[in-house]
């Protein structure tokens, strides 16, 4: 065949599975940049949120705090209430102590001084009843002095009180009316969040709608470094991606090939870093062999060999059956088979000649050896991702 009929066929090819590829509505294609914008928005936002969290934490520590003090004011008031009132009580029994006494001493409830000293039978007599009455007097001057101090004393402490109680009342609404504050810019922040997040995933979805600007070369297919990018999706940026398709990968979990149920995104970044292979082929693959990042409803067969891993033309292999077998071993296979490649290598390819310029074109006609299934790996790549070759 000559290098003008290759070219041709080739062409034709790329054309008939691009028309299908695409005959979805396309968008204009999302700047990667504004991707970045919005990520970084959420993590500031995401930061801003904590923080909030951890004022709100301290903030009802604070609170508990007040409360506490202000239950033990208000029981310290209480006692000063109650000593204020046994000091008036005291002072009464004080007062009636004295008159029992002198009614004893002089045989009568009610004694008056005066008739005392009148009635006293010598001089001497006298002196004694007058020294008394005076003993009396000092005494109950002293003791009603006394008992008016700590009365006074307790009603001091008692206002004390009730205005360090009143104090930590307006400390503990103030308070309150904070925790309030804070736990509603807690919600408008984590409103933020949300909306940031719809915001990405509204991007990633548009940046799925790209259109090759040029024919399918079967000779170069994806840059080594495009094949390579093991750090072109963390994690949390291939679980932003699946969440934004049809398909079901994005709730889906199962156990990945050491037995461990996990996410999809986390089988995928785990074998990309082990086999250094860019968590975005790994993607397009799943999507040529089986669909499913658009098919919602994906069947237990499409799941067991997701990434075709272990499916030949004439054999099937079945210790990579499972889906986090087949990611890994997916991801390994993809490894492997760029090894062999060097320069000026010719692969005969559905009898076409093809010459891979480079390994990672090399490993993925060794994975798919047809040119309809490197040719949807492009235009996947392409519609996903972008340019291969960029």
């Known amino acids: 065949m000559s290098e003008y009929a290759r070219h041709a066929r080739v062409t034709l090819i790329a054309t008939v599975f691009l028309a299908v590829l695409l005959a979805v509505p396309v968008t204009a294609s999302a700047q990667p940049s504004a991707i970045d914008v919005k990520k970084a928005e959420k993590e500031a936002a995401v930061a801003e949120y904590d923080a909030l969290q951890k004022k709100l934490t ?17 029981s310290e008031v209480s006692g000063a209430t109650i000593r204020v009132i046994e000091a008036d009580a005291d002072l009464e029994r004080s007062k009636v102590t004295l008159q029992q006494r002198v009614g004893q001493l002089y045989r009568g409830g009610n004694v008056n001084a005066v008739e005392v000293l009148f009635t006293s039978s010598s001089v001497q007599d006298l002196f004694d009843r007058m020294n008394y009455l005076v003993i009396i007097g000092r005494y109950d001057n002293r003791l009603v002095e006394e008992m008016r101090i700590s009365k006074q004393q307790a009603a001091w402490e008692e206002q004390a009180l009730e205005e360090r109680a009143a104090r930590l009342s307006e400390m503990q609404a103030v308070a309150d009316a904070q925790r309030v504050t804070i736990e509603q810019a807690i919600d408008a922040q984590q409103a933020k969040v949300d909306a940031l997040d719809a915001d990405i995933a509204d991007l990633v979805r548009a940046s799925m709608s790209r259109v090759p600007d040029g024919d399918f070369s079967p000779d170069t297919v994806i840059t080594d470094a495009n094949f390579r990018a093991v ?8 679980q ?13 979990s199962a156990p990945d090939h050491a037995g461990e149920r996990t996410s999809v995104a986390r089988m995928i970044a785990e074998a990309a870093r082990a086999w250094s292979i860019s968590p975005r082929v790994i993607l397009a693959t799943l999507q040529k062999e089986q669909s499913l990042l658009s098919d919602a409803t994906p069947s237990q067969y499409a799941l067991d060999w997701a990434m075709g891993c272990g499916k030949a033309d004439s054999h099937t292999y079945y210790e990579y059956q499972g889906f986090g077998n087949q990611i890994w071993w997916g991801a390994q296979k993809l490894d492997k088979n760029a090894q062999p490649w060097q320069p000026g290598v010719q692969m005969t390819i559905d009898g076409t000649a093809v010459f891979p310029v480079n390994a990672s074109t090399y490993s993925l006609f060794k994975y798919t050896p047809h040119l309809r299934g490197t040719t949807s790996f492009w235009m996947l790549y392409w519609r996903y991702f972008g340019d291969p070759l960029g």
Do not use: C, N, T
């Not at 903030?59 to 239950?71: F, G, P, T």
């Not at 750090?231 to 291939?238: F, K, L, T, V």
């Open 58 to 74: 301290q903030q009802i520590a604070d609170y508990v705090d007040i409360a506490k003090r202000l239950e033990i004011a208000r």
């Open 231 to 238: 750090d072109s999706m963390a994690e949390d940026d291939i």
């Open 240 to 252: 932003v991606f699946l969440e934004a398709q049809p398909g079901a990968l994005g709730r889906y």
